[in-house]
T-cell receptor, first 113, second 111 residues
Framework: EAQVTQNPRYLITVTGKKLTVTCSQN?????MSWYRQDPGLGLRQIYY???????DKGDVPEGYKVSRKEKRNFPLILESPSPNQTSLYFC????????????FGPGTRLTVT | DQQVKQNSPSLSVQEGRISILNCDYT??????FLWYKKYPAEGPTFLIS?????DKNEDGRFTVFLNKSAKHLSLHIVPSQPGDSAVYFC??????????FGTGTRLTIIP
């Protein structure tokens, strides 16, 4: 089954404790990205990657890091989480050619206290 | 600067009637538009899209209309069903750049 998976689905942590949210896709997509969803703000892109070893900032990259060492994986790293990073996070992937529909993971709800 | 706007945060429609969700954009470079549907506790799922060279695209009960001169697109759902109750996001893209999403409209279908 074609899918994007994220782990964990739910996470409660404390300020300053480094964490990683994993993302994996099995569709051989070149493009992967991370979004956060906040009330009244819709989906805002954090980082994206056009291919292996190619990453770039989205609209709200502050406080986040990413890496793309393999085509299928695109982890999101919060080196020192803060309460304003409490949000719902989505990983997504798509092809870079025709048909730019993006496929989303199920989401990770992060709470930073 | 919100380049894609959904000005109605919520919409309620009677079952069987038409639901019309609207979206406005400001960037004339956008060349592809998409609608996503999102249920609680799930990721958004792709619903329907339209290229800027077209003005209409249909898929079953869903039709998307694009008015480039007005920089406006709309999603029509006919007939509306209870399972259509969800948050709907419109999104726009140009070339291989990132998708830019609107803030979403919560659609409630009243049985």
């Amino acid at each position: 089954e074609a899918q994007v998976t994220q782990n964990p689905r739910y996470l409660i942590t404390v300020t300053g404790k480094k964490l990683t949210v994993t993302c994996s896709q099995n569709m051989n997509h070149e493009y992967m990205s991370w979004y956060r969803q906040d009330p009244g703000l819709g989906l805002r892109q954090i980082y994206y990657s056009m291919n292996v070893e190619v990453t770039d900032k989205g609209d709200v990259p502050e406080g986040y890091k990413v890496s793309r060492k393999e085509k299928r994986n695109f982890p999101l790293i919060l080196e020192s989480p803060s309460p304003n990073q409490t949000s719902l996070y989505f990983c997504a992937s798509r092809r870079t050619g025709r048909g730019r529909e993006q496929y989303f993971g199920p989401g990770t709800r992060l709470t930073v206290t | 600067d919100q380049q894609v706007k959904q000005n109605s945060p919520s919409l309620s429609v009677q079952e069987g009637r038409i639901s019309i969700l609207n979206c406005d954009y400001t960037n004339s470079m956008f060349d592809y538009f998409l609608w996503y549907k999102k249920y609680p506790a799930e990721g958004p799922t792709f619903l329907i899209s339209i290229s800027s060279i077209k003005d209409k695209n249909e898929d079953g009960r869903f039709t998307v209309f694009l008015n480039k001169s007005a920089k406006h697109l709309s999603l029509h759902i006919v007939p509306s069903q209870p399972g259509d109750s969800a948050v709907y996001f419109c999104a726009a893209i140009f070339g291989n750049e990132k998708l830019t999403f609107g803030t979403g409209t919560r659609l409630t279908i009243i049985p």
